[in-house]
């Protein structure tokens, strides 16, 4: 039987920073679906700021990890919601969800947690493309979906670290995902003198806070001006400066997910991850990858072969090649 319609409904945003942002159009399938219900976002609370603007979104609810089962599941109770959807696919979101006493739990079933929840989607079996696979949680509803483009607002804030004009570039070049997912600072520090000499184009370095000392590190091997994006600048900053830059170069992460959502284009260095999961909104969009390998995709945290070659045998100029496409 389906879910019933839901008057206050919270969705359990994704861990992962790319994931979350792959989330939006699930977000926006239900404000449609279900225009008069109440749609708060549960999770990391560093992430308030990333979705702030959204006009479809009534609240967000900060719910830290760190946090005990009981203590996160008290502060779901207290949002009186009818409704969850989980996107996690977690035994641990279940569980709190369950204790917290919402009415209507949706997930996948996933690591045997079909017990917890009340309706259940049957796990994911091949690589798919994420929104699309957090779109499909509505049809528990018995309603279908539409992957629309996601989409954040950029605020006009003034922002300490931004360039002082245009004509500049975003560079991320960090990977929660671990060690196997980041091009070597040497062979980056290539591709940026590169970019820089035959585009004048600025680099503007950014990344997660824990990542600071590496971005300083990189900016040591560049030989022409730069800029360091402050340690603990928020989303809203980072949403104003990637909305205006040329273009943003990363790795397959959260960076590449947010610029497709501020409308900025992207060039993602791909190794470890399987672009199945993550090519949405292509046409903003160049992939570059080590081609000649067979072992693409692998998903291994830390490389396991010797060398690291999807990542140390990628050319630097193929990266400064590929930046082309964005300048005019």
């Not at 497709?260 to 992939?287: C, E, K, N, R, Y």
């Amino acid at each position: 039987m389906p879910a019933s319609p839901p008057s206050s409904l919270m969705v359990r945003l994704p861990n992962p920073l790319g994931d979350a942002v792959m989330a939006l159009p699930l977000l926006s399938n239900i404000k449609q679906r279900f225009p008069d219900c109440r749609l708060s976002l549960v999770g990391n609370p560093e992430y308030e700021s990333l979705f702030s603007g959204l006009s479809h979104i009534d609240q967000f609810v900060a719910l830290d990890n760190s946090l005990s089962i009981a203590e996160q599941s008290k502060i779901l109770e207290e949002q009186q919601c009818d409704t969850i959807i989980l996107c996690p696919n977690s035994w641990s979101s279940a569980l709190v969800a369950r204790k917290a006493g919402i009415k209507q739990r949706i997930g996948r079933t996933k690591h045997l947690r079909s017990f917890l929840l009340t309706h259940s989607l049957p796990a994911i079996d091949k690589p798919r493309l994420m929104p699309e696979l957090y779109c499909e949680l509505i049809t528990a509803f018995g309603v279908g979906f539409s992957v629309d483009p996601a989409y954040l607002p950029a605020p006009e804030i003034a922002v300490s670290w931004a360039p002082p004009k245009l004509g500049y570039f975003m560079v991320a070049p960090g990977a929660a995902f671990g060690s196997s997912k980041q091009y070597p600072a040497h062979l980056m520090a290539t591709a940026l003198n590169g970019i820089h000499a035959k585009h004048q184009l600025l680099p503007v370095l950014f990344g997660a806070p824990s990542e600071h000392q590496s971005l300083i590190e990189l900016s040591k091997l560049l030989d022409h001006p730069f800029i360091v994006a402050k340690q603990y600048a928020d989303f809203n900053e980072i949403k104003h400066v990637m909305k205006k830059a040329s273009f943003v170069l990363s790795m397959d992460s959260g960076a590449r997910h947010i610029a497709v959502a501020v409308g900025t284009p992207q060039l993602a260095i791909f190794g470890p991850t399987d672009p199945s999961w993550t090519a949405h909104a292509m046409d903003g969009a160049v992939f570059v990858a080590n081609d000649k390998l067979d072992c693409l995709g692998c998903h291994h945290k830390t490389c396991p072969l010797k060398g690291h070659p999807c990542m140390n045998d990628l050319d630097p100029q193929i990266i400064i090649d590929a930046s082309s496409r964005f300048i005019a």
